[in-house]
């Protein structure tokens, strides 16, 4: 059993940086790339982040591009998104998520495992 755990959410203003990270256990972590999404109330889910399987290629929303940095330790199995000058547009529940495969995508189809998701509120 496949089993995301997501931390780090919580209340800043804009401008502020947060920390999120995502533990994986029960897949071969290494193996497979990783995402982060995030969903804000009446929006649909958008991408934010993806790492592939070694860590050697990343990819970011437009949205976010410059501001946040996707990482991972694969010895320690937990992926991390470190989010730099937030806006209250980055106000959302941010999920973690393990590709089907190993290389970068952005697309929610290409995901075959989720986290709970962790809220992240920015205040203007």
């Known amino acids: 059993q496949v089993q995301l755990v997501e931390s780090g959410g919580g209340l800043v203003q804009a401008g502020d940086s947060l920390r999120l990270s995502c533990g994986v256990s029960?897949?071969?972590?290494?193996?497979?790339?990783m995402g982060w999404f995030r969903q804000a109330p009446g929006k649909e889910r958008e991408f934010v982040s993806a790492?592939?399987?070694?860590?050697?290629?990343?990819y970011y929303g437009n949205s976010v591009k410059g501001r946040f940095t996707i990482s991972r330790d694969n010895a320690k199995n937990t992926v991390s998104l470190q989010m730099n000058r937030l806006e209250p547009e980055d106000t959302a529940v941010y999920y973690c998520?393990?590709?089907?495969?190993?290389?970068?995508?952005?697309?929610?189809?290409?995901?075959?495992?989720w986290g709970q998701g962790t809220q992240v509120t920015v205040s203007s």
């Open positions: 998520a393990v590709a089907s495969n190993p290389g970068v995508y952005t697309r929610t189809a290409a995901y075959a495992y």
């Open positions: 029960g897949r071969t972590f290494s193996l497979y790339a």
């Open positions: 790492i592939n399987w070694s860590g050697s290629s990343t």
